[in-house]
């Protein structure tokens, strides 16, 4: 299982209510952070997530809202007693603002991996997280942005009826389960022969900010949960979402559709849509399984079967 | 009369009650921050003092939660429309740390005059702003750190009665009372002849972080409020204070004490004090007029004649 906690869900400036941009994910004991605007390890004080355990910052873009927590969160991490690397994902020009930050603050107790404007699939090759596959997409805003696409993927279970079916010596049973092929008296034993058919894992899709483009509705296919910007509650508002390069409620619920994802959680809230809440009757009428977020929400999401 | 509001009076990292040391001066409608931890604009919005009228923010030090609030704070500022210059004050390593930060943040709709590492007393030349005078004491932390004490300046008023005892024409008494001397019908006009006796002004003493240094004394001497950090209420903590210099509750009151202040407020509080006001009857028991800051209080400062 994955939850996802949103630490802020305000767009452009943070208000009383809102704080900027931060999402966290939690999986297996380690987490990622999605963004990190200011405020972020406060929220994360007053939710009381703990500092531990995060090897991993996805960064959509380089405004202020999205960045401007990064440098008390490096910060905070070094406090917590981290000494692991931190690999921290962003477009082009993340590598210029973190050698920015680091003029800032000298002297983090670990090192710092900076990957810039990754282009398609990769994974970060540590324990837990090699389990993660993600996918980039350019998107459309004011300024190079990326959506980030995780899946999450599940092992196949162990089939003792397949592995007794197939006559596998129980002393093989645990390595082909970890993947390995075995020659053993005569016979190859491959890991299909133990376990149980695929399982589809968790995708967790993660857009903002920008205009809806037609390629979100690939990135996001068929995601198990698409966190999606909504920066405009108001249908009226298309004119501000096109000049800003930002969306209205009703183009991110379009995009949940098209990409036929089975949950949607809106958030990136204009400060001038002050009770965005208000409008959840109007997201479900547009696509049912949304949900408007506020600091402080966590969503569970289960594998599938 | 001066006001100042605590925007954030913790010490160290923010915690769920206490955003980072950040102060909020009020005169005349003009505003003056010192120092700018991180959720400095969020604590801003919380309070509703507005971004309108700041012109100028002292920076005590360029630890994080003393600066890491500024970006998101210069880029609020440019949002409430601000388009003439701000001045800010700070210690060696100022100018780095603002060109690192415009690395980070391009295309600011107004200037930036940085001052760093300013020696002894100075004035700000702009309306309002030059009727304070500014002292800067280099205090002893684990980097460069400054302490600020500034001197409200108050008018000689006017007097009529001076003014038809010296027989000074009234068309002369607008003029005197700016401060200008005239020659008129052979006879010589001074300011002394219509102003009544000098004035004493507000003196607003800031002082964070620190050992307490002797030097401290004489910088805050005879101020109307003298504000100073108070990382520790236990006092056996000293030697914490003295390994991290800082200071404890104890040592702040000496101070205040020894200089002879009218009225102490006791600021960024170690996040291991969880409720600093607590302390309080301990503090008034050392210093009389003392009083534990919180996030959002704000002390009114008259003219003491």
Same mark, same amino acid.
């Given at each position: @299982?994955?939850?996802?906690? @949103?630490?802020?869900?305000?767009?452009?400036?943070?208000?009383?209510?809102?704080?900027?941009?931060? &999402?966290?994910?939690?999986?297996?004991?380690?987490?990622?952070?999605?963004?990190?605007?200011?405020? $972020?390890?406060?929220?994360?004080?007053?939710?009381? $997530?703990?500092?531990?355990?995060?090897?991993?910052?996805?960064?959509? /873009?380089? /405004?202020?809202? /999205? !960045?401007?927590?990064?440098?008390?969160?490096?910060?905070?991490?070094?406090?917590?007693?981290?000494?692991?690397?931190?690999?921290?994902?962003?477009?082009?020009? *993340?590598?210029?603002?973190?050698?920015?930050? @680091?003029?800032?603050?000298?002297?983090?107790? =670990?090192?710092?991996?900076?990957?810039?404007?990754?282009?398609?699939?990769?994974?970060?090759?540590?324990?837990? =997280?090699?389990?993660?596959?993600?996918?980039?997409?350019?998107?459309?805003?004011?300024?190079?942005?990326?959506?980030?696409?995780?899946? #999450? %993927?599940?092992?196949?279970?162990?089939?003792?009826?397949?592995?007794?079916?197939?006559?596998?010596?129980?002393?093989?049973?645990?390595?082909?389960?970890?993947?390995?092929? #075995?020659?053993?008296?005569?016979? $190859?034993?491959?890991?299909? @022969?133990?376990?149980?058919?695929?399982?589809?894992?968790?995708?967790? $899709?993660?857009? +903002?900010?920008?205009?809806?483009?037609?390629?979100?509705? +690939? #990135?996001? %296919?068929?995601?198990?949960?698409?966190?999606?910007?909504?920066?405009? &509650?108001?249908?009226?508002?298309?004119?501000?979402?096109?000049?800003?390069?930002?969306?209205?409620?009703?183009?991110?619920?379009?995009?949940?559709?098209?990409?036929?994802?089975? %949950?949607?959680?809106? +958030? /990136?809230?204009?400060?001038?849509?002050?009770?965005?809440?208000?409008?959840?009757?109007?997201?479900?009428?547009?696509?049912?399984?949304?949900? !408007?977020?506020?600091?402080?929400?966590?969503?569970? *999401?289960? =594998?599938?079967?």
């Amino acid at each position: @299982m994955v939850n996802i906690t @949103m630490l802020g869900c305000g767009g452009n400036v943070p208000s009383p209510s809102r704080f900027c941009s931060c &999402s966290l994910i939690n999986y297996k004991g380690k987490k990622i952070l999605i963004d990190c605007g200011e405020g $972020t390890q406060i929220s994360m004080k007053n939710l009381g $997530t703990g500092f531990k355990g995060i090897d991993l910052v996805l960064i959509t /873009h380089l /405004h202020g809202d /999205h !960045i401007n927590g990064l440098l008390g969160l490096l910060s905070s991490l070094g406090n917590a007693e981290k000494r692991d690397p931190l690999i921290i994902v962003g477009p082009k020009g *993340i590598k210029r603002a973190i050698k920015a930050m @680091m003029i800032l603050w000298e002297g983090l107790p =670990y090192g710092l991996n900076v990957i810039e404007n990754p282009i398609g699939k990769f994974s970060v090759n540590m324990p837990i =997280y090699n389990e993660i596959e993600i996918d980039v997409l350019e998107l459309e805003h004011s300024v190079e942005c990326l959506g980030y696409s995780l899946y #999450f %993927k599940r092992n196949r279970s162990f089939s003792v009826k397949k592995a007794l079916f197939n006559n596998v010596p129980k002393s093989l049973w645990k390595n082909l389960q970890k993947g390995q092929t #075995f020659y053993y008296n005569n016979k $190859t034993y491959t890991p299909d @022969m133990v376990l149980d058919k695929e399982r589809k894992g968790i995708k967790l $899709t993660y857009v +903002t900010d920008t205009r809806p483009i037609k390629e979100i509705e +690939t #990135f996001a %296919k068929d995601s198990s949960i698409f966190i999606c910007e909504a920066m405009y &509650s108001d249908d009226m508002d298309i004119g501000k979402a096109v000049k800003n390069k930002h969306m209205t409620f009703r183009e991110t619920c379009n995009l949940a559709n098209k990409s036929n994802s089975k %949950k949607l959680l809106l +958030t /990136h809230f204009s400060p001038s849509v002050s009770k965005p809440e208000l409008f959840e009757d109007f997201t479900k009428s547009l696509f049912k399984n949304s949900i !408007i977020a506020y600091d402080g929400i966590t969503i569970e *999401i289960p =594998y599938e079967d």
